[in-house]
């Protein structure tokens, strides 16, 4: 009686159901290697920003030594003294753009973790859900060979 109320699957049932599972683990692996080589992206981005706002501070250092010869000299030089002052104000504003485009780089890492963990997550769940599909259908498949009229 128990055999006759499970369902039997056939040859080409089985063949598209695990066409559909390769097509679906297929999908999971390119999301996460999207999702990896978009962190890794981002991660060279951060580091770009972090080495921009470096020499950016390292400018900005510069033009403040300066201004600070060209005022003990500034009965001889008020001219170049103005310039330094027009360089360290553009070069602080140079740092105020990078320090923003490092935080958004920063940011920017965080949300493709996040991402990317959310993707693992996923790939995951279906990888446990095809695995108890694949179950299924194997255990639903034995009682079929072993058992019935024509096993004896």
Excluded: C, F, W
């Excluded at 390769?22 to 770009?48: G, S």
């Excluded at 504003?93 to 990317?116: G, H, P």
């Amino acid at each position: 009686m128990a055999s006759s109320q499970q369902r039997h699957h056939t040859a080409a049932d089985i063949a598209k159901l695990e066409k559909e599972m390769a097509r679906e683990e297929k999908q999971d692996e390119r999301m996460l290697k999207n999702a990896k080589t978009d962190l890794v992206k981002a991660e060279k981005m951060a580091h770009k920003a972090e080495k921009a706002t470096d020499k950016a501070i390292h400018h900005h250092d510069k033009a403040i030594k300066y201004e600070h010869k060209t005022e003990k000299k500034m009965h001889d030089a008020i001219r170049v003294h103005e310039q330094a002052i027009k360089d360290e104000q553009r070069h602080a504003k140079d740092i105020a753009v990078k320090q923003d485009s490092q935080v958004r780089a920063v940011d920017n890492i965080e949300a493709k973790k996040a991402a990317l963990a959310k993707s693992e997550q996923k790939a995951e769940i279906d990888q446990q859900n095809r695995d108890a599909r694949y179950q299924a259908l194997s255990s639903a498949t034995t009682p079929v060979t072993t058992s019935g009229p024509s096993a004896a």
